[in-house]
Nanobody, 122 residues
Framework: QVQLVESGGGLVQAGGSLRLSCAASERTFSSYDVGWFRQAPGKEREFVAAVNWNGGVTYYADSVKGRFTISRDNAKNTVYLQMNSLKLEDTAVYYC???????????????WGQGTQVTVSS
C-alpha cells in the first residue's frame, strides 16, 4: 500500500510560483506512475499533470500547459509540481495520486494523498 503526503501549498499572489511535493512511503515508488489533480470549491476534481514511473513521459491539462512542470526524484520517493504564473483560477486543493506503472494517460488511480491547499490571491 502506497501512502502519499502532499506539501508545499499555501497563499500566493497571482503571477507567483509554488512548488508542491508528493512524498511516498513505498520503497518501490519508482514503479508507480503519479498524477496531480485539483478540486476547487463547488467543482469536480480535475486532472492537472502526470508523470510516468521513470520521469520520461509527462502529460498536462491544457489549462496548465506551459506554466506547470511535473517531475520526480525516485531516489527521494518524491514527485514535484512546479507551478509558475499562477492564476486566480488555480486556487484549489491539490492531490497527488499513484498507480502501478502503465500509462500517464490513465484516468484512474488507486492511491491518493490527503491534499494541500493552494490559494492564489489578486
Amino acid at each position: 500500500q502506497v501512502q502519499l503526503v502532499e506539501s508545499g501549498g499555501g497563499l500566493v499572489q497571482a503571477g507567483g510560483s509554488l512548488r508542491l511535493s508528493c512524498a511516498a512511503s513505498e520503497r518501490t515508488f519508482s514503479s508507480y506512475d503519479v498524477g496531480w489533480f485539483r478540486q476547487a470549491p463547488g467543482k469536480e476534481r480535475e486532472f492537472v499533470a502526470a508523470v510516468n514511473w521513470n520521469g520520461g513521459v509527462t502529460y498536462y491539462a491544457d489549462s496548465v500547459k506551459g506554466r506547470f512542470t511535473i517531475s520526480r526524484d525516485n531516489a527521494k520517493n518524491t514527485v514535484y509540481l512546479q507551478m509558475n504564473s499562477l492564476k486566480l483560477e488555480d486556487t484549489a486543493v491539490y492531490y497527488c495520486a499513484a498507480e502501478a506503472r502503465g500509462s500517464v494517460y490513465r484516468t484512474t488511480y488507486n492511491y491518493w494523498g490527503q491534499g494541500t491547499q493552494v490559494t492564489v490571491s489578486s
